[in-house]
């Protein structure tokens, strides 16, 4: 189920219908880029935690088929919600990609594996293990909203959203 992965740009220039009626999404240039697969795309699982990285474990440790995990962590910079340990696994579990709006850590190691990353930023404290968040909801970040099921494409130049998958 993996997505060939496409140029963003190049998706941009191509599809300026999409863009006007809201099919495909760029979001704010936030984030920092992690892991050794800088270019990733997938179909989109989502899911909204605050400070709590329970549910993000238990989704990779589910077989990834190629999918992109979403992550909704508010925003925050006062922990880090994702790190080597779940990243490793995502990897070995066939995910794509994971997406975090909030913070990781243990970036060598995460930097170290075949797999496309992009948080915020790095933090060295670690999350609440509570299990509160919400799973497969529609998610918003920087102000652009996000569903389970959509697709997301990302590289160097950014990150994309598109409600179907897109061909060259």
């Known amino acids: 189920m993996a997505a060939l992965p496409l140029a963003t740009a ?12 809201g099919e495909l999404r760029a979001l704010q240039p936030i984030f920092q880029i992690y892991g050794r697969r800088q270019v990733f795309a997938g179909p989109i699982v989502t899911l909204k935690v605050y400070e709590d990285n329970v549910l993000i474990r238990e989704f990779l440790e589910e077989k990834g088929h190629g999918r992109v995990l979403v992550v909704d962590g508010g925003g925050s910079l006062r922990c880090a919600i994702l790190g080597g340990n779940p990243v490793q696994q995502a990897q070995n579990n066939g995910w794509a990609g994971i997406v975090v709006n909030g913070c990781i850590r243990d970036v060598d190691e995460i930097n170290g594996c075949d797999i496309g990353v992009r948080a915020l930023n790095s933090h060295p404290m670690k999350a609440n293990k509570k299990g509160i968040g919400e799973k497969h909801v529609p998610v918003t970040i920087t102000g652009t909203r996000i569903c389970d099921g959509e697709w997301l494409y990302a590289d160097t130049d950014g990150i994309l959203i598109s409600r179907t998958e897109l061909t060259v």
């Open 10 to 21: 190049e998706v941009c220039d191509a599809n300026a219908d999409l863009i006007m009626n």
